[in-house]
Nanobody, 120 residues
Framework: QVQLVESGGGLVQAGESLRLSCAASGNIFRFNVMGWYRQAPGKQRELVAHISSGGSANYADSVKGRFTVSRDNAKNAVYLQMNSLKPEDTAVYYC??????????????WGQGTQVTVFS
């Protein structure tokens, strides 16, 4: 069974930085896209950033130039470095990965979510 476990959320002041980590475990054959989504209270879940297996990254316009997504294929992990945080970045952040488990088809998996709160 594949699981995604996130860490690194917290409470920070505007302008500060946080780094989120997500590690995948289980019987994994291969990875495809990995990334991060977020959901603020009363809003729909939205894409923050994702990165392909080859390292090509895409970002939401609201985080371009402030956030950096990266992955370590050897560790089955994806990271989100968040700099210059703003109160509007406050949300629950979810790790997302498209993974093919052993003897199974490609599926989309989600982490449990980690809270990021930015105060001014």
């Amino acid at each position: 069974q594949v699981q995604l476990v996130e860490s690194g959320g917290g409470l920070v002041q505007a302008g500060e930085s946080l780094r989120l980590s997500c590690a995948a475990s289980g019987n994994i054959f291969r990875f495809n896209v990995m990334g991060w989504y977020r959901q603020a209270p009363g809003k729909q879940r939205e894409l923050v950033a994702h990165i392909s297996s080859g390292g090509s990254a895409n970002y939401a316009d609201s985080v371009k130039g402030r956030f950096t997504v990266s992955r370590d294929n050897a560790k089955n992990a994806v990271y989100l470095q968040m700099n210059s945080l703003k109160p509007e970045d406050t949300a629950v952040y979810y790790c997302n990965a498209v993974i093919q488990p052993l003897r199974d088809i490609m599926n989309t998996y989600w982490g449990q979510g980690t809270q990021v709160t930015v105060f001014s």
